[in-house]
């Protein structure tokens, strides 16, 4: 089998096997693209008063656990404070992705809200599906993509060839 005949196997193959995965690739991609512009994806970073932080940890346990949606009983139930001191505030994001925006002197609540963008990121990265998805099925799919743009370059570059070929006989 020539290698022209061979590539174009490997190029049809290849991009039937990863066809969905890339497409979920892509589609999360282009949303992620969106998550400055879009605050359904990532709510927006708000000012607070002052860029210092003179909130004691326990105040901020207890204004998280004071919102309802984010089911915040204990510290266990957060995943991670993002204090921002520019801004003069922090962010306390919950495991279930509820977002609390805190004025980092005052402990005025400036936003409550959902957060989208780490679950898109999941999607994105395979790690919603499956913690093993994102090794046994989008990395696969990533490296079939390089295959399939190494196979059609050279399936686009092979009329060339031949046509500079001929060019050099003639």
């Known amino acids: ?31 992620l693209q969106l998550k400055g512009e879009l605050d359904w994806i990532r709510p927006p970073t708000l000012e607070g008063t002052s860029g210092e932080l003179s909130l004691p940890w326990a105040r901020v346990l207890e204004i998280a656990q004071g919102v309802p949606e984010a089911e915040v009983s204990s510290w266990s139930d957060i995943e991670r404070l993002d204090v921002r001191p520019i801004n003069g505030m922090l962010k306390v994001r919950c495991k279930n992705r509820w977002e609390i925006q805190v004025d980092s002197a005052s ?24 913690d093993s998805f994102k090794l046994w099925v989008f990395l696969p799919a990533g490296l079939i993509l390089g295959c399939l743009w190494a196979t059609g370059v050279y399936l686009w570059l092979l009329p060339h060839l031949f046509r500079r070929r001929r060019k050099i006989k003639a």
């Open 107 to 130: 402990g005025i609540i400036l936003s409550s809200t959902l957060r989208r963008s780490d679950w898109i990121e999941s999607i994105h990265d395979g790690s919603w599906f499956h």
């Open 1 to 31: 089998m020539s290698a022209a005949k061979w590539n174009r196997k490997i190029h049809r193959l290849g991009a039937v096997i990863a066809a969905l995965p890339l497409l979920v690739i892509l589609t999360s991609g282009v949303i």
